[in-house]
């Protein structure tokens, strides 16, 4: 399951933008590496790709899908498989490697007898989760103006402890086997298009508020509080850097450009319901 947006690729490319050699230039082998560690979850969001040409049409960089990629943990060395598709993306197939709190990893990539390393360290879960409520009403008509005591019932507020030097990001996800779809009200409905599961974007924020017209189903429903490594927080945050002020861009990938990172979650549920 890919669960975060590659965003960095064209966010390198402007980086080089201003420089006199770009490594971005027709005919560079340099290997793009997103690599995402998350504790407790199996090794599948692995990506290896080429670059982009400064002034290509293309929105997405080419997958590299002969790459040797291997993590190493503690001295032992575990090789990747590439995944189904045509899509650069590597993931491991054994069932004795483990992602935990402060496990430190490596990361090698070798492509065209080139060798482009990394290291990730596996951060401490969010802390205090809490939800305002357990159960989510979803009213069975909508008013107008929104009346305050109906909106407090009809969305839920998730916290956790703060913690000013990290980022978190949320997801939700509906994990109903045959979920009832909440019915559209005026047009009035949230639910990302009907997706099961939607994310939000980075924040140094400690709370989050899951409200009605951002979900499409009835039912069951998981919340989890992911805290993103340092590595990726600061790639995040450098998007908004103004490009001119970059000599070389942000990039814990030696000897190729990206980020390998690691995260760690807490997971809490609550329930979607109509209102009678």
Request: with cysteine; proline share 5%; charged share 20%.
């Amino acid at each position: 399951m890919k669960k975060i947006a590659l965003f960095f690729v064209a966010f390198l490319a402007l980086s080089f933008s201003c420089t006199k050699e770009s490594p971005l230039s027709a005919g560079s082998d340099l290997v793009v590496v997103r690599a995402y560690l998350f504790a407790g979850e199996p090794v599948t969001d692995i990506q290896i790709t080429g670059t982009l040409p400064l002034g290509s049409e293309e929105t997405e960089a080419p997958p590299i899908n002969d790459a040797q990629v291997a993590l190493i943990k503690d001295g032992r060395q575990y090789d990747l498989t590439l995944s189904p598709g045509d899509s650069g993306y590597y993931h491991y197939t054994g069932n004795d490697l483990l992602v935990e709190q402060g496990d430190v990893f490596e990361i090698d990539v070798v492509h065209n007898d080139k060798v482009a390393t990394g290291k990730a360290v596996v951060p401490a879960p969010p802390e205090d989760l809490a939800l305002s409520s357990t159960t989510l009403y979803i009213p069975t008509e909508i008013t107008f103006p929104f009346d305050p005591a109906l909106d407090s019932t009809s969305s839920i507020t998730v916290s956790w402890k703060r913690d000013s030097t990290s980022l978190f990001y949320v997801v939700v996800e509906n994990v109903e086997e045959n979920p009832d779809s909440i019915a559209s009200f005026g047009g009035f409905r949230g639910g990302m298009g009907g997706s099961r599961r939607f994310m939000s974007t980075p924040t140094s924020q400690n709370e989050y508020r899951i409200q009605r017209f951002s979900l499409s189903y009835y039912g069951k429903h998981t919340v989890r509080i992911y805290r993103v490594n340092q590595e990726y927080a600061d790639l995040y945050g450098s998007r908004l850097q103004d490009s001119r002020d970059l000599n070389e861009p942000l990039t814990n990938i030696e000897n190729g450009l990206g980020v390998f990172s690691a995260f760690n979650s807490v997971k809490a549920e609550f329930t979607v319901v109509q209102q009678e």
